[in-house]
């Protein structure tokens, strides 16, 4: 059984002592690994953590305590990135207006974005979010205003057909720049950086979620797409199109509303 004991040191992660504390031993089940990790995600509280321990008994090795924790990444992975979000609205609405194949360049650029996001935070910027509390906040604002941007693009979208440069899929870098004003990739990251320990070192332990994120997550982005491309036909009238478009960009606008409630409090 592990034991948390209070020396006091600091690591640049983001409230991970928080999150040690509201976890206790290990292993827990995903839900309570989850839960533990929202006062973290959501800065409800700061917490000052100067230094942790752990002291594991013989029957418990650092070793045991990454592999009981794989299969929570695989499934945190899995649950955060099959799920609705903004990724997968655009990536419904693309492949319906442009198809699979136009769309893989979007799909791609979500995968490697979301993995390089997670790089960043395990490897410091998330202690940068942490010190200036005023940056995330400006984050949130820049995600609201890309987010209704792009909702009202999508919406007033109406044929399948347009003329060359009219129109066109998002492109594999503007997917990666993207995730950085994504508010569920930020939560999918911070939460995976404050409550998946597949290793002690904090630098490793985000290079292998954002190997999982990558691993796990694309052909979950692509079902969404291929869902899309498969309504083509379906949608190939005007109206069912542009009713189909408004509908996307309203759900896109729908996944904003966690950030706006925060902000206006």
């Known amino acids: 059984m592990l034991k948390y004991v209070g020396v006091l040191s600091t690591h640049p992660a983001l409230n991970v002592c928080a999150v040690a504390r509201n976890l ?11 839960y533990a990790s929202v006062p973290v995600l ?4 700061s917490v000052h953590c100067r230094n942790l321990e752990i002291l594991a008994e013989p029957s418990m090795t650092l070793d045991t305590l990454s592999a009981s924790a794989l ?4 499934l945190f992975a899995l649950v955060t990135t099959i799920t609705p979000g903004p990724n997968n609205t655009m990536l419904l609405a693309s492949g319906v207006n442009f198809g699979f194949r136009r769309t893989l360049p979007h799909i791609l650029g979500i995968s490697a974005g979301v993995a390089l996001l997670m790089l960043s935070v395990g490897f410091g910027l998330g202690e940068a979010f942490r010190r200036f509390e005023v940056l995330y906040t400006v984050l949130e604002v820049l995600s609201v205003v890309y987010l ?11 044929e399948m057909q347009v003329k060359k440069g009219e129109r066109r899929p998002m492109r594999f870098h503007e997917a990666i720049a993207f995730q950085w004003v ?3 990739a930020w939560m999918m990251v911070l939460t995976a950086a404050t409550t998946i320990h597949l290793s002690a070192d904090f630098g490793i332990n985000a ?7 990558y691993v796990i997550g694309l052909p979950c982005i692509c079902l969404w797409a291929a869902f899309g491309t ?3 036909r379906a949608l190939s009238n005007p109206v069912w199109l542009r009713t189909f478009n408004i509908a996307m960009a309203l759900m896109l606008v729908a996944t904003l509303y966690p950030i706006v409630l925060r902000l206006i409090a």
């Not at 959501?42 to 509280?45: D, E, G, P, T």
């Not at 299969?71 to 695989?74: C, N």
């Not at 290079?207 to 994120?213: E, K, P, R, W």
């Open 42 to 45: 959501y800065r409800n509280r």
């Open 24 to 34: 206790g031993a290990y292993p827990r089940s995903v839900p309570e690994i989850i």
């Open 182 to 184: 994504n508010p569920k």
């Open 230 to 232: 498969a309504m083509r």
């Open 207 to 213: 290079l292998l979620m954002a190997v999982l994120f």
């Open 71 to 74: 299969p929570a990444g695989i």
């Open 148 to 158: 209704l941007y792009l909702a009202w693009k999508i919406g007033t979208s109406g």
